[in-house]
């Protein structure tokens, strides 16, 4: 199963984004979802998390009230839409899947660009 974001950008400070994680392949399923992202110059790190049962979020502090995630009824494709956006959150952004509580994400797919100006 390969994972694809996509819906990147480039958007004013303030402009919203709408990202989209695909999966290809059949019976796909998961723990949990989760989309990361990679600054320039920056480690990678955790922006938000979905779980495929219940539909229970976990958001990084820095875009908790202004990014909403969620997924499609058969959990195929997520989303990631991104409010009130800042230069902060310029980024190449990821998506990735847990297969368990204990497993690490895996499935990483190619990133897709946000940029933001200010």
């Known amino acids: 199963v390969q994972l694809q974001a996509s819906g990147g950008g480039l958007v004013q400070a303030g402009g919203s984004l709408r990202l989209s994680c695909a999966a290809s392949?059949?019976?796909?399923?998961?723990?949990?979802m989760g989309w990361f992202r990679r600054a320039p110059g920056k480690e990678r790190e955790f922006v938000a998390a979905?779980?495929?049962?219940?539909?229970?979020?976990e958001y990084a502090d820095a875009v908790k009230g202004r990014f909403t995630i969620s997924r499609d009824y058969a959990g195929k494709t997520g989303y990631l839409q991104m409010n009130s956006l800042n230069p902060e959150d310029t980024a190449v952004y990821y998506c990735?899947?847990?297969?368990?509580?204990?497993?690490?994400?895996?499935?990483w797919g190619q990133g897709t660009l946000v940029t933001v100006s200010s």
């Open positions: 990735a899947v847990k297969k368990g509580l204990s497993t690490p994400y895996m499935n």
């Open positions: 392949g059949r019976n796909f399923s998961y723990y949990k």
């Open positions: 979905i779980f495929y049962r219940g539909g229970d979020t």
